[in-house]
């Protein structure tokens, strides 16, 4: 009793001298950064649970270009940044270690939050919109970034700024590449720096249970700047930014047009499966849908350019095929069928009627957890940030919501095993119902899609017709490129 007492005392000793030391800090504006490079065991504990949460989120992470990943030399991911905070926990995820990121300086105004931050190994950089004094800071910023690239410890710095949520790069940023040159200056040019472009790629920025994939690009040696750096140190930033960006695009699906990006955006889900069989990968899982949508836009980019009236043609085409789809809530890939079996589909309903139980009791023991972010979004203005949310929410409400659970059936069943087979049947059954729900839906608009082709034959042939010259359209680009060589389909 005596060992734990002390012990108790030790850790309300040691949070109160880290909580003052904090408060220092935050005054001198390090925000108690100053061991931020050094390994934490709190901060390992937390990546892994938040880690294995991550994957639980989606239904397929795949990583690509591990072999990029430098060796026992220090690094900075440039990623693209669409998808808030989801970003940054893709990194996370795919890289080994424990990372430090750097994020603007507004965010760490409140104490409490810059603690919490500098915990998850964040950093502050400072803008002149943050006050020109305030710039000052940056030096002591940057003395720390050099120790964190001399350990070797990883970085993460958004080339864009901020967070868009089209499927395009954005111009950006010089200040990746003032960080990374300043450093190497700063170690005579022997850190042997990389910086690593990361392509995120989300099958769907805001629903549960979709694919991801995460590419790692060919390293860049910031090396080889020095000798332009010492010349002209803007023109090796504007340089080092260039390459970066080119290596990003290089890995990343990359929609230049402004102008056509909604009807090049809506032919992915349009000519993708006719494109994959023109190119040999019938099966479309999703690296090979990325592979697939790069190509379409470089098809479609190209085409843009040199045919302007007929990708006016298209684009106004594709836009009525969007209002339809709109109006009548369908997905474009129902239209891949003309109908669609109901033999098929009605032997699929004893299914729904014996699991419906296990779909009603998985939902009621999930509902709470699962339905609340939607609730917090509603007024989340930004959607960029409503997967963040979701999955930032899970965190905390699942784990906790099962506990309650627990605590409740326990007043009514004594038996241990009684209760870890319920506990252990709440995520079981959750995902479980998700999956019936998922099926059921697709199952019901095929059903509502083969009443609209009996009963509004006139408008579903209109509608088809539109989407046989889209094909056809797209078929006729595709041709002019020496490889796509498409076969007549409808």
């Known amino acids: 009793m005596?060992?734990?007492?002390?012990?108790?005392?030790?850790?309300?000793?040691?949070?109160?001298?880290?909580?003052?030391?904090?408060?220092?800090?935050?005054?001198?504006?390090?925000?108690?950064?100053?061991?931020?490079?050094?390994?934490?065991?709190?901060?390992?504990?937390?990546?892994?649970?938040?880690?294995?949460?991550?994957?639980?989120?989606?239904?397929?992470?795949?990583?690509?270009?591990?072999?990029?990943?430098?060796?026992?030399?220090?690094?900075?991911?440039?990623?693209n940044h669409q998808n808030a905070l989801m970003d940054a926990l893709a990194v996370v995820y795919a890289v080994p270690g424990q990372l430090v990121f750097l994020a603007r300086a507004d965010i760490f105004r409140k104490k409490l939050i810059a603690r919490v931050l500098t915990f998850l190994k964040i950093m502050p950089v400072y803008r002149i919109r943050d006050g020109y004094n305030s710039l000052q800071n940056n030096e002591q910023v940057l003395k720390k970034v050099s120790d964190v690239l001399y350990v070797k410890r990883p970085l993460v710095i958004f080339p864009e700024g901020n967070h868009g949520h089209q499927r395009k790069l954005r111009p950006l940023k010089k200040g990746i590449c003032r960080m990374a040159?300043?450093?190497?200056?700063?170690?005579?040019?022997?850190?042997g720096l990389n910086i690593v472009p990361v392509a995120l790629d989300y099958e769907n920025y805001y629903k549960f249970h979709k694919s991801l994939t995460i590419h790692f690009g060919t390293p860049i040696s910031v090396d080889t700047y020095q000798a332009l750096y010492r010349k002209n140190p803007s023109k090796a930033y504007n340089s080092l930014k260039e390459d970066i960006a080119s290596g990003l695009k290089e890995v990343m699906l990359h929609i230049e047009s402004q102008e056509y990006y909604e009807m090049i955006d809506l032919l992915r889900e349009i000519y993708r499966h006719r494109l994959g069989r023109i190119m040999g990968?019938?099966?479309?899982?999703?690296?090979?849908?990325?592979?697939?949508?790069?190509?379409?836009g470089e098809i479609c980019e190209g085409q843009i350019q040199d045919n302007p009236e007929e990708a006016e043609a298209l684009n106004r085409k594709v836009k009525a095929f969007q209002k339809y789809l709109t109006r009548l809530n369908f997905y474009p890939w129902l239209f891949d069928r003309e109908r669609y079996a109901e033999a098929a589909l009605l032997a699929k309903l004893p299914f729904f009627v014996l699991f419906f139980p296990l779909f009603l009791y998985g939902l009621i023991n999930n509902a709470l957890p699962f339905f609340l972010p939607g609730l917090v979004n509603q007024n989340v203005k930004d959607p960029q940030f409503h997967s963040s949310i979701r999955n930032g929410m899970a965190l905390i409400t699942f784990p906790l919501f099962y506990l309650l659970q627990?605590?409740?059936f326990s007043q009514f069943f004594e038996t241990?095993?009684?209760?870890?087979?319920?506990?252990?049947?709440?995520?079981?059954?959750?995902?479980?119902?998700?999956?019936?729900?998922?099926?059921?839906?697709?199952?019901?608009?095929?059903?509502?899609?083969?009443?609209?082709?009996?009963?509004?034959?006139?408008?579903?042939?209109?509608?088809?017709?539109?989407?046989?010259?889209?094909?056809?359209a797209v078929d006729r680009w595709a041709s002019r490129k020496e490889h796509c060589l498409p076969r007549s389909e409808n």
């Open 2 to 79: 005596v060992d734990l007492c002390y012990g108790g005392i030790k850790v309300f000793v040691d949070c109160f001298v880290r909580f003052k030391f904090y408060q220092n800090e935050l005054q001198t504006g390090m925000t108690g950064q100053r061991n931020i490079e050094k390994w934490d065991p709190g901060y390992e504990l937390l990546k892994r649970y938040v880690s294995l949460n991550y994957r639980l989120y989606y239904r397929c992470i795949y990583v690509r270009g591990r072999e990029n990943l430098p060796k026992n030399a220090p690094v900075i991911f440039a990623p």
């Open 181 to 191: 040159l300043q450093a190497e200056d700063r170690n005579n040019f022997n850190l």
């Open 406 to 408: 627990l605590i409740v």
């Open 281 to 296: 990968m019938p099966d479309l899982k999703y690296p090979a849908r990325l592979k697939i949508d790069r190509e379409l």
């Open 416 to 472: 241990w095993w009684l209760r870890m087979l319920y506990i252990i049947s709440l995520p079981l059954t959750g995902y479980i119902a998700y999956q019936y729900y998922r099926l059921f839906k697709k199952w019901w608009v095929k059903w509502r899609y083969n009443l609209f082709t009996k009963f509004r034959p006139g408008q579903f042939n209109r509608i088809r017709e539109l989407r046989k010259e889209i094909l056809h």
